[in-house]
Nanobody, 127 residues
Framework: QVHLVESGGGLVQPGGSLRLSCAAS????????MGWFRRAPGKDREFVAS????????EYANSVKGRFVISRDNAKNTVALQMNSLSPEDTAVYYC????????????????????WGQGTQVTVSS
């Protein structure tokens, strides 16, 4: 059974940083594209970032490009999201997700591509 467990959320002041982590189990991690999504209050879930199977290719939503960095460690079955220069607009529940992929050079921004989801971790940016 696949489990994705996020951690690292919390309350941070505007301009601050947080690092989210997602630990995966029950899957051959290196065969999966990994992604981060978020859902803000009253809004639909939206794509944040994706990373390909070997970590050499990344994709970001325009709203986070230049501020967030996604990375993965296939030896530890983890994916991280380093979030810098946070603003109140980044307040949301952040979800880790995995997508099976035959190709190593792919990232996915469409939520429908993802097979498994974590339970989410709350990030609140407020002074």
């Amino acid at each position: 059974q696949v489990h994705l467990v996020e951690s690292g959320g919390g309350l941070v002041q505007p301009g601050g940083s947080l690092r989210l982590s997602c630990a995966a189990s029950g899957l051959t991690f290196s065969y999966f594209v990994m992604g981060w999504f978020r859902r803000a209050p009253g809004k639909d879930r939206e794509f944040v970032a994706s990373i390909n199977r070997n970590g050499g290719l990344t994709e970001y939503a325009n709203s986070v490009k230049g501020r967030f960095v996604i990375s993965r460690d296939n030896a530890k079955n983890t994916v991280a999201l380093q979030m810098n220069s946070l603003s109140p607009e980044d307040t949301a529940v952040y979800y880790c997700a995995s997508a099976s992929s035959l190709y190593s050079s792919r990232t996915f921004s469409e939520s429908g591509r993802y097979n498994y989801w974590g339970q989410g971790t709350q990030v609140t940016v407020s002074s």
